[in-house]
Nanobody, 119 residues
Framework: QVQLVESGGGLVQAGGSLRLSCAASGIISPINAMGWYRQAPGKQRELVATISCSAKINCEDSVKGRFTISRDNAKNTVSLQMNSLKPEDTAVYYC?????????????WGQGIQVTVSS
């Protein structure tokens, strides 16, 4: 069974920091990219940041300079260090993994973890 398990969410005041972590299990094929998406109430799910196996990073503009993504390829984990948090960062954050197998690509998602930033 493929699972992505997130941890590290919670409630923090504006200007504070949180660190999200995600551990992937049950995946034996190479993971092309891992990262994070988020979805706020009434909004579509949007990319936050992803990182490829070659360390190429793709980030949403609003988090550049505040969030840092990293991964451990050997352990199939990815983390998101979030600094200078703003109320508009409040959302459910979803871990993401892009997996290739026999020329096909599949996306896997965690259940989501709540991040709430108070003003």
């Amino acid at each position: 069974q493929v699972q992505l398990v997130e941890s590290g969410g919670g409630l923090v005041q504006a200007g504070g920091s949180l660190r999200l972590s995600c551990a992937a299990s049950g995946i034996i094929s190479p993971i092309n990219a891992m990262g994070w998406y988020r979805q706020a109430p009434g909004k579509q799910r949007e990319l936050v940041a992803t990182i490829s196996c070659s360390a190429k990073i793709n980030c949403e503009d609003s988090v550049k300079g505040r969030f840092t993504i990293s991964r451990d390829n050997a352990k199939n984990t990815v983390s998101l260090q979030m600094n200078s948090l703003k109320p508009e960062d409040t959302a459910v954050y979803y871990c993401y993994a892009d997996v290739s197998s026999w020329g096909l690509r599949n996306a896997y998602w965690g259940q989501g973890i709540q991040v709430t930033v108070s003003s």
